[in-house]
């Protein structure tokens, strides 16, 4: 069965700087993809970025990019110059290619402070 | 453009009460999701719906029985809520997974 850990439950920034969310992952499938989705106060789930697991390069969606290292098992997302409306929860999530179920992580409070 | 949509938004319910949560997308979306998020725990998948016409168990399905009415709608249903039922419940659906899904607004359910 997959899993996927956020070993940050919570973590800060200030307002146009860079920070960091962590996530790993386990799956036996070698075809899979990877998704970082924000949930706002208002509690909607957006997504925010995709990978493909058999892409080597690093997908980008303006502010944010992420680090994916497959032998590790790792996929970290990068936000950049900060803003307040970043401040959300944001979940790493998983779905193998032969599967059909979406598989969350815990969860990292993100605060940006002014 | 509505997506998924579900009601109610809030709902306080007492210990052994029923209720049923509606979903519906208007996205001609095969597969439909019914997970629940509680502090900590990310978001836990309850029952999925593959296509209309089948549903099965995801990881915590006790407590809870799902109905998919047709391709628009996939309901979930509390036959008899206990407090360990008090989270937001979150209805998805896809056209294919490796896509994402595309979530409703969530419903935030308290069990007294």
């Known amino acids: 069965a997959q899993t996927v850990t956020q070993s940050q439950p919570e973590m800060s920034v200030q307002e146009a700087e860079t920070v960091t969310l962590s996530c790993t992952y386990d799956?036996?499938?070698?075809?899979?993809?990877l998704f970082w989705y924000k949930q706002p106060p208002s509690r909607q789930m957006i997504l925010v970025i995709r990978q493909e697991a058999y892409k080597q390069q690093n997908a980008t969606e303006n502010r944010f990019s992420v680090n994916f290292q497959k032998a590790a098992k790792s996929f970290s997302l990068k936000i950049s110059d900060s803003q307040l409306g970043d401040t959300a929860m944001y979940f790493c999530?998983?779905?193998?290619?032969?599967?059909?179920?979406?598989?969350f992580g815990e969860g990292t409070q993100l605060t940006v402070n002014p | 453009n509505a997506g998924v949509t579900q009601t109610p938004k809030f709902q306080v319910l007492k210990t052994g009460q029923s209720m049923t949560l509606q979903c519906a997308q208007d996205?001609?979306?095969?597969?439909m999701y019914w997970y629940r998020q509680d502090p900590g725990m990310g978001l836990r998948l309850i029952y999925y719906s593959a296509s209309e016409g089948t549903t099965d168990k995801g990881e915590v399905p006790n407590g809870y029985n799902v109905s998919r009415l047709n391709k628009r709608e996939f309901s979930l249903r509390l036959e008899s809520a206990a407090p360990s039922q008090t989270s937001v419940y979150f209805c998805a659906s896809s056209v294919l997974g490796a896509y994402g899904y595309t979530f409703g607004s969530g419903t935030r359910l308290t069990v007294v």
């Open positions: 799956t036996s499938e070698s075809n899979y993809y």
């Open positions: 999530a998983e779905i193998e290619t032969s599967g059909s179920r979406l598989t």
């Open positions: 996205m001609n979306h095969n597969s």
